[in-house]
């Protein structure tokens, strides 16, 4: 029988052995014209028999073919196969949903430009925007943390505690020889003392003198050491955990730890300076000393060092030594939320200011219950290894308190410094020294280089800090040396200066 011409391939089969929709343009789909196909409305041919109008070739979200063979080579598709059987529109691709079985559309080196992929992948995708904006979108907070961050920090990295490695190993050697240098030296003195009353005066002033250093000394290698040991745990993932770590007691004990060190290192060394000062000017006198003179300013030095460090970890009214708090919310850019913000956030919720720090607190946790303040940033808390922020500029938080530190300390390494050089002219216009007065004199060059060693270190820390007040930016790699390098360095290296175990 005989059909009209314009029912032959029209998609219909009028003939009983299908011959009018057979033969018809692109066949099982030949790919260099699917294009054509879609162009000129003519017809494809599936491999099953299946015929079907060209405006249908790539347009579908489902093949209408089985395989796909009508959405391969598809210029506005994404094949999701590399047959290309399999393909999606190119609008769904990078749309923060994946609908292609192996992902291929949602692939972070496609996508990467648009959007950032969370580590855990729930959710899948971040906007870029919304990436290190202070709130965790990520259910892993890997948004927070990004590889190629944009904040900078003084110590850490992304990945670790102390992110410069020569600083890591650094914080690792001193640590080791402070630890057990000082150990060495606590127990040599320990046996020396056990003969107290067979000692002369001046010994047992001078054993007493380097026990208690090395003592404070060997505080700074368990400060050391530990941060270490817990830069170490927090490796490949500090990031995750900085204001949990920087808002902990642990790392306020350390950094009190470590300030109580320094400072009763110092205040130990005035004691030497001026005892020495007395054997020069007083030697008869002091052959008969009563060990007391020694050991009450010795004691007077441990309470003043447990002073300084411990004043910042007391609460009070004003929360003076607050310098943020952890709180995670949506309105701030950040977790970590300055004092000073805190305070004026409860002024605006109440019209009126906060009677006191804890007050603060409360006004907030009231008017704002679907967020939490979980704890203060302390003194100890500016830096991932829980130094107090030494390079103040006026008007920052706690600054009085550090520079009244600072200029504690400078003012007795002058004493110091003055106190030598009196010692230095006086003993060059002695008679010449006996045996006795030989060992005198090593003593007193022992002690002279420990204290020019730790002039050297704190000095210059001294001096920065003043330029830092009077307006001049510190670059971070010098706090980083100073604060990391220098601070420690005598606790490592007094007992090589000083012990007589180590060093005649």
Request: aromatic content about 10%.
């Amino acid at each position: 029988s005989c059909i009209p011409i314009h029912k032959v391939c029209d998609g219909v089969a009028q003939c009983n052995d299908r011959s009018d929709e057979s033969n018809c343009a692109c066949d099982n789909l030949r790919k260099h014209c699917t294009a054509l196909l879609a162009e000129t409305n003519s017809l494809l041919q599936c491999n099953n028999g299946r015929l079907i109008k060209g405006n249908q070739i790539c347009y579908q979200d489902d093949s209408l073919c089985d395989p796909g063979f009508d959405e391969v080579s598809c210029k506005n598709r994404h094949n999701c196969t590399n047959d290309g059987l399999v393909s999606i529109d190119k609008s769904r691709v990078c749309d923060g949903k994946t609908d292609c079985d192996n992902g291929s559309d949602e692939l972070e080196a496609r996508c990467k430009s648009k959007f950032f992929y969370c580590v855990n992948k729930t959710p899948l995708i971040v906007d870029r925007e919304r990436v290190e904006d202070g709130i965790k979108d990520c259910s892993d907070g890997s948004d927070e943390c990004p590889e190629n961050t944009s904040k900078s920090t003084i110590f850490s990295s992304q990945v670790d505690m102390i992110g410069n490695s020569f600083l890591r190993v650094a914080f690792w050697v001193m640590g080791f020889f402070a630890l057990v240098g000082n150990f060495v030296v606590i127990v040599s003195n320990i046996l020396k003392l056990k003969t107290f009353s067979k000692n002369a005066a001046i010994v047992n002033s001078n054993g007493w003198l380097i026990l208690n250093l090395a003592t404070s000394d060997l505080l700074m290698g368990v400060y050391l050491l530990s941060i270490g040991i817990k830069g170490s745990l927090y490796s490949g993932i500090y990031c995750y955990h900085d204001i949990e770590w920087r808002s902990s007691p642990l790392c306020s004990l350390l950094g009190a730890t470590a300030l109580l060190s320094s400072e009763t290192s110092i205040f130990i060394m005035t004691i030497m300076t001026t005892q020495r000062l007395f054997v020069v000017y007083k030697p008869i006198a002091m052959r008969n000393v009563r060990f007391r003179f020694t050991f009450v300013p010795t004691v007077v030095a441990w309470g003043l060092g447990l002073l300084v460090a411990l004043i910042p970890l007391l609460r009070n009214a004003s929360g003076y030594f607050t310098i943020a708090v952890w709180y995670p919310n949506t309105f701030y850019k950040t977790n970590e939320v300055s004092r000073l913000n805190m305070i004026e956030l409860a002024t605006r919720m109440t019209n009126t200011s906060p009677a006191s720090w804890e007050h603060t607190k409360d006004i907030v946790n009231q008017k704002v219950p679907l967020f939490k303040i979980y704890r203060d940033v302390h003194y100890y808390g500016f830096t991932s290894v829980c130094m107090p922020k030494l390079f103040l500029y006026n008007g920052e938080e706690t600054w009085e308190y550090s520079m009244a530190i600072i200029t504690i300390n400078f003012v007795l390494f002058l004493y110091m410094l003055v106190g030598y050089i009196v010692i230095y002219k006086k003993s060059t216009k002695r008679a010449p020294p006996s045996a006795a007065d030989a060992r005198k004199q090593s003593m007193q060059n022992r002690i002279f280089r420990l204290i020019v060693t730790d002039f050297l270190c704190w000095i210059p820390i001294c001096i920065m800090v003043y330029i830092s007040l009077s307006g001049v930016k510190i670059d971070p790699v010098v706090y980083a040396i100073s604060a990391g390098i220098l601070l420690p360095l005598n606790s490592a290296l007094n007992p090589l200066l000083y012990s007589q175990v180590i060093s005649s």
